[in-house]
């Protein structure tokens, strides 16, 4: 049994390897949900989301959300009607009081519909509007993501960190903003003062992924270590499961040069170091870890080097026997 721990992009590109070195049957994937948004009443999983399209065969691999050839009929109109109606362009907030009321699993991530500031694709809205219909039919999340996960014929487990609400939200210096906003209307371009993961103090880990961590081999994946993994690690009693398990880490950077996304930024603007050693630091937990090729850092903990830019299965597959290798 093997568990990995994965936000959008770094960990859900490890899983074609995965599936190779291990049975799928035998692979939970525990997804982030501080990235989570209810847009026009229906909630927006996309780090889920993006395990789910990769299991199914249906990921765009060009931009690593959404679906290959979606339409996105209902997005544009939502725009072209936005803007006849004279809607401000960016993300619209539901005010305070509407933020917390109803459904609980969407608090402090809620978005008018009205010039939808995130593009969903047709398909993509009917996983998101299923999802959604679940929830309200009385399934947790955890229940209705595993429903889902069939429907699209994966063998893996997927399960979110928690079936409560946490929402990361990003401190810049003209006041906070919702992760979402941050790295899609302002392209991480804001200057990143702090991050706080509104809701982890009240939120339980779900038992599927305390379940999928305790005395198991975990891989914590490339994603992003703030943003990505953060939120998980801020929910109660998971650093101390993590602890009983065998963990190995991928650095999603080269030293101190980060492969993709905003990581470096935001490790930066958290205090912390925005390198190799930096991630060794956060995750002190960790058993080992699995670093480049060119990656000279040197760490307290046994450490394997690989080629680990990932651009197909065959690269993938190649990092997780060296996350594997690196366990003692």
Not at 144 to 151: C, F, P, Q, V
Not at 290 to 317: N, Y
Request: aromatic letters at 6%; hydrophobic letters at 40%; glycine letters at 10%.
């Amino acid at each position: 049994m093997v568990t990995f721990l994965a936000g959008g992009t770094g960990t859900p590109k490890l899983l074609a390897g995965a599936r190779r070195v291990f049975d799928p049957a035998g692979i939970t994937v525990v997804g982030n949900t501080g990235d989570d948004v209810e847009i026009a009443g229906h909630l927006v999983c996309p780090d889920i989301d993006t395990v789910l399209f990769e299991g199914a065969g249906m990921l765009d691999l060009e931009t690593w959300w959404g679906i290959e050839g979606d339409t996105a009929e209902t997005h544009e109109e939502l725009l072209e009607l936005g803007e006849k109606l004279g809607a401000d362009a960016g993300p619209r907030y539901l005010d305070d009081a509407a933020q917390t009321e109803g459904r609980d699993i969407a608090r402090w991530r809620r978005f008018s519909g009205v010039a939808e500031f995130m593009h969903i694709g047709d398909t993509d809205r009917a996983l998101h509007l299923t999802r959604t219909g679940l929830i309200d039919e009385g399934h947790t999340l955890t229940e209705a993501t595993r429903e889902l996960a069939d429907a699209f014929g994966l063998e893996l487990d997927v399960v979110p960190m928690s079936d409560d609400p946490v929402a990361t939200i990003v401190e810049t210096p003209t006041g906070e903003i919702h992760f979402q906003e941050f790295w899609i209307s302002h392209r991480a371009e804001p200057e990143v003062l702090g991050i706080e993961f509104r809701g982890a103090d009240r939120a339980a880990p779900s038992k599927a992924f305390l379940d999928a961590i305790r005395n198991e081999t975990v891989v914590v994946g490339p994603s992003n270590p703030v943003t990505s993994i953060g939120p998980m690690l801020a929910l109660d009693g998971v650093r101390e499961a993590l602890d009983s398990a065998q963990v190995v880490a991928v650095s999603p950077f080269c030293e101190d040069e980060v492969f993709s996304g905003p990581a470096d930024d935001l490790m930066a603007g958290t205090g912390r170091e925005p390198s190799t050693a930096g991630v060794a630091g956060m995750y002190e937990f960790a058993d080992a870890f699995v670093l480049d090729a060119e990656d000279g850092t040197e760490l307290d903990r046994p450490v394997v080097r690989t080629d680990t830019k990932i651009e197909d299965a065959d690269d993938a597959e190649r990092v997780v026997r060296a996350a594997m290798d690196a366990l003692p």
